[in-house]
């Protein structure tokens, strides 16, 4: 593996933990909050988003319009049982889903969750630092590469290893920031 290969892994992992932080609700109206809702669509999981137009109309409101007035009740139904903890409201041509500010203990749980996804962002990085510190043994033991490069190899990994596992912690204290502020 090459130094450029495994940065551009680790990055794909950042981004999949900031879309991760992108679902958790910060008492602010935010579409990607439904991002991972999946509604049964002539029996298909189908991501919401397919299936409806999402805007938020003020601070406090995210308006769902379906594209099929068929599906109201399957994305109403779809957005009940998910974990998002909002009650959907059916006016027969759209949804709206009000946001209700987050109560002191319900911002301090959704930090324990930041926190969670946190930690699982920067396992991601480290697996993909032990994959290719695995490789360059391996490498190395075949003679394909000296003492010496294997060790700077590794050297370099680690410093990007560190790079990226500091860019989830500040990505982690932006998000508990939001949760924090009123």
């Known amino acids: 593996m090459k130094l450029p290969e495994i940065e551009s892994h680790m990055q794909r992992a950042i981004d999949a933990t900031q879309r991760s932080f992108n679902t958790i609700r910060t008492g602010r109206a935010n579409a990607a909050i439904l991002d991972?809702?999946?509604?049964?669509?002539y029996g298909t999981p189908t991501p919401l988003k397919s299936l409806a137009g999402i805007s938020t109309p003020d601070s406090s409101t995210i308006m769902i319009q379906p594209y099929d007035?068929?599906?109201?009740?399957?994305?109403?139904?779809?957005?009940?049982?998910?974990?998002v903890g909002l009650n959907p409201s059916n006016d027969g041509s759209l949804i709206r889903l009000n946001i209700p500010?987050?109560?002191?203990?319900?911002?301090?749980?959704?930090?324990?969750?930041?926190?969670?996804?946190?930690?699982?962002?920067k396992v991601s990085v480290r697996n993909i630092r032990r994959d290719a510190i695995d490789?360059?043994?391996?490498?190395?033991?075949?003679?394909?590469?000296?003492e010496d490069e294997a060790r700077d190899l590794q050297d370099n990994i680690q410093k990007l290893t560190d790079k990226y596992v500091t860019k989830v912690e500040?990505?982690?204290?932006?998000?508990?920031?939001d949760i924090m502020t009123i």
């Open 36 to 41: 991972r809702i999946m509604v049964e669509y």
């Open 69 to 83: 007035r068929n599906t109201l009740n399957l994305i109403e139904k779809a957005i009940l049982i998910s974990d």
């Open 101 to 121: 500010p987050l109560t002191s203990d319900r911002r301090k749980e959704l930090v324990k969750q930041v926190a969670k996804l946190a930690e699982e962002g």
């Open 135 to 146: 490789a360059i043994r391996k490498q190395e033991k075949a003679g394909e590469l000296s």
């Open 170 to 177: 500040q990505l982690s204290a932006e998000k508990e920031s």
